[in-house]
């Protein structure tokens, strides 16, 4: 019998790394931002200075009171509107009575454009909170304080930035 001989088989190692850097970029995930839960405050929680400034809770403490000052301005805003007096077209014969009567829808008017001025700024100080620039000057980026916030919860600038603010514009309103 003739002698066969077995033919080599050309070994060739498997491209393990290329396989484990397939494997690798396969098995490892794409890191997607967590979404965290909201986080829920009690009713009557006030920041407090012992907390980090500007920390998540205060957002939704600052977020909270803005809406619901906003609501409430909304709310007074339409009461004036449909159920004052604005809506009292009787004339008058006394001349002493019409003055009495259009200076009264004056004011309430120039009330009313004041709240919608407000509201203007409730939901620009909404955004800075979206935006995580609340709570921070807009001229100085210092803190505003979380009692200038309390107090002003559409602050946009710190004490100090404030007054030079108005100097300037007086300065401004002078020429």
Not at 22 to 51: G, H
Not at 69 to 84: D, T
Not at 96 to 124: H, P
Request: one cysteine or more; hydrophobic letters at 35%; a positive charge.
């Amino acid at each position: 019998m003739p002698k066969t001989t077995k033919a080599k088989k050309k070994v060739t190692k498997p491209k393990t790394k290329v396989a484990s850097k397939l494997k690798t970029k396969v098995v490892s995930k794409p890191k997607i931002a967590a979404t965290k839960a909201p986080i829920k405050i009690s009713k009557n929680y006030i920041p407090k200075d012992t907390e980090k400034y500007m920390c998540e809770k205060h957002r939704v403490f600052f977020r909270i009171k803005l809406n619901e000052w906003k609501k409430e301005l909304v709310r007074a805003n339409n009461e004036a509107l449909y159920n004052g007096s604005m809506d009292d077209n009787s004339i008058s014969a006394d001349i002493v009575d019409q003055a009495s009567s259009y200076t009264d829808k004056n004011v309430e008017m120039k009330a009313i454009n004041r709240q919608i001025k407000l509201i203007s700024e409730i939901d620009k100080a909404l955004m800075r909170i979206r935006d995580d620039t609340y709570g921070y000057c807009l001229d100085t980026a210092e803190p505003i304080g979380l009692k200038r916030l309390m107090a002003r919860p559409v602050a946009k600038y710190t004490i100090v930035a404030q007054e030079k603010h108005e100097k300037d514009e007086k300065v401004h309103a002078d020429d």
